[in-house]
């Protein structure tokens, strides 16, 4: 639970940084836009035809009687609308990430300046960073078409293909959207696809909490336009967790505090007093005084003797 809670602590602190810093949030939305109005008629065209790709798809029930065709075409219309919408979901980022390459790199290395005081960087030219993030892309795609196309046929089951089947295909969504989002600054890290999947998988709690109610985010209209730039934010927040890099920057901070300690002692004891007044200088230790001691006891004299003569 903690690392769930952790993981959408990072999605809210990266909108809120972005809303602290507004220029970047202008900014954001114009690949958001984009890629909105692309997928937004994409989606369009699948519910117009989605019905007579069902049709062609399942010739073997055109002699079903009624209402049996009707709720089985249905059913399997409204199935392929929300494989589209769940596709549409994952490569939303995915694309939107590829249009604005260059300012969500830029988003993410101001993230970590303002955390950490310096940011990685790849140092590849941009014409080679896009086409790492365009084949790794691909790749995060085959692999949610395989669970998109699994979760579709375990559709089929009763009861558990309306309940329990959509729940899983959510936490599928998020885990995925967030490799996207994390690949940014983890790619300025040179680090590959598949040692990013072994780090998101040692804390999959952590990736739902920030990945699943982003998804739930996305899907409603303009929404993942307006998330994306924090979702970038806090994605980069998350990745310096993961790779424990805030710890490591605290004990070099707190080595160092260590190793100047001294040096700063031996220079407070040369430098003045306050407000520029010579430091009041100590007395040296006295030595003992040889004469502070008790005399030694001198030759005893005999007692004046009485003059004879006095009267």
């Known amino acids: 639970m903690r690392d769930l809670a952790g993981g959408f602590g990072h999605l809210l602190a990266g909108q809120k940084w972005v809303f602290r810093h507004g220029r970047w949030l202008g900014f954001g939305l114009l690949p958001g836009l984009l890629a909105l109005v692309l997928y937004a008629a994409a989606l369009i065209g699948l519910g117009y035809g989605a019905d007579d790709l069902t049709a062609w798809a399942t010739p073997f029930a ?87 196309v699994l979760l579709f046929a375990l559709g089929f089951i009763p009861v558990v293909g309306q309940t329990v089947i959509p729940a899983i295909g959510f936490c599928v969504s998020g885990y995925f959207l967030t490799e996207e989002l994390t690949a940014v600054a983890l790619q300025r890290r040179e680090v590959e696809l598949k040692d990013r999947l072994a780090l998101l998988r040692g804390r999959r709690a952590m990736v739902l909490g920030f990945g699943v109610p982003l998804v739930l ?95």
């Open 62 to 148: 055109d002699d079903w009687s009624a209402p049996w065709l009707g709720l089985f075409r249905g059913f399997l219309t409204a199935l392929v609308f929300c494989l589209g919408l769940f596709v549409a979901v994952i490569t939303f980022t995915a694309v939107t990430l590829l249009i604005g390459q260059p300012f969500y790199e830029s988003l993410s290395e101001q993230v970590d300046r303002s955390v950490g005081g310096e940011a990685p960087e790849s140092g590849l030219p941009l014409a080679r960073e896009l086409w790492i993030s365009a084949r790794d892309s691909v790749k995060v795609l085959v692999r949610v078409l395989l669970y998109g």
């Open 217 to 311: 985010a996305f899907l409603v209209p303009l929404v993942a336009v307006f998330l994306m730039p924090g979702a970038v934010a806090g994605a980069t927040l998350m990745v310096r967790e993961l790779r424990g890099e805030d710890e490591e920057r605290a004990d070099a901070d707190a080595d160092g505090d260590r190793a100047e300690a001294p040096a700063d002692a031996a220079a407070r004891q040369e430098r003045p007093g306050e407000h520029g007044h010579p430091a009041p200088q100590q007395p040296a230790p006295q030595q003992p005084s040889p004469y502070s001691g008790p005399y030694a006891a001198g030759p005893r004299y005999p007692a004046p003797q009485q003059n004879p003569y006095a009267q």
